[in-house]
């Protein structure tokens, strides 16, 4: 199985600052990864597909980079509806294995 | 749009069974494998269960294995999770998603996802 680790657990940001999340695999996963943002009560959201690629939905503040076992998500201008929780996941290999999350709150 | 709506949760005690639902629509469920996630309260997401395009191929987390069976019925564009012998551990939201795949070995990420319908196992 591959584990999935992600750092910081959690994030302190001022609106407007910039975010940086990192997500690490313990094998390759090649560019087979997902991120996903949730918020309190909800469903996850698909955010970023194939490492680096943004889904329509969300604005271009967001994005995303790595391959391999090395993987980042950049938030470059903090909005108040940005602070959530944010998981990574590799769909390289079945089992397929989440991140444990990073939460993004106001400092 | 592409919509996931589950159902079928509940409260239920250890040892006993429930069966989930989740009904698709707005896309052609047939071109999609399908899959089940979970997170525990106040937890992370844990990935469950996966089902091929065609039915034809199913995987499980070992936590689940033998326990729960993943299923669809393309006729009404639904993936069933059956989960039997239930524990304490499996309380739980369920998720289920469409995967950008087909669920043999061409794996693919998870848009949309449903709402989630909870299960929680007690006596």
């Known amino acids: 199985e591959i584990v999935m680790t992600q750092s910081p657990a959690t994030l302190s940001v001022s609106p407007g600052e910039r975010a940086t999340l990192s997500c690490r695999a313990s094998q390759s996963v090649s560019s087979n990864l997902a991120w996903y943002q949730q918020k309190p009560g909800q469903a996850p959201r698909l955010l970023i597909y194939?490492?680096?690629t943004r889904v329509t939905t969300f604005p271009d503040r967001f994005s995303g980079s790595g391959s391999g076992t090395e993987f980042t998500l950049t938030i470059s201008s903090l909005q108040s509806e940005d602070f959530a929780l944010y998981y990574c996941?590799?769909?390289?290999?079945?089992?397929?294995?989440f991140g444990p999350g990073t939460k993004v709150d106001i400092k | 749009q592409a919509q996931l709506e589950e159902s079928g949760g509940g409260v239920v005690q250890p040892g006993r069974s429930l069966r989930l639902s989740c009904a698709a629509s707005g896309f052609t469920f047939s071109n999609y494998a399908m899959n089940w996630v979970r997170q525990a309260p106040g937890k992370g997401l844990e990935w469950v269960a996966v089902?091929?395009?065609?039915?034809?191929?199913?995987?499980?987390a070992d936590s689940v294995k033998g326990r729960f069976t993943i299923s669809r019925d393309i006729s009404n564009s639904t993936v069933y999770l059956q989960m039997n012998s239930l524990r304490a551990e499996d309380t739980a939201v369920y998720y289920c998603a469409r995967e950008f795949g087909m669920g043999y070995g061409d794996n693919g990420w998870f848009d949309p996802w449903g709402q989630g319908t909870p299960v929680t196992v007690s006596s």
């Open positions: 194939a490492a680096s």
């Open positions: 996941q590799q769909y390289d290999n079945w089992p397929f294995t």
């Open positions: 089902i091929s395009y065609d039915g034809g191929n199913k995987y499980y």
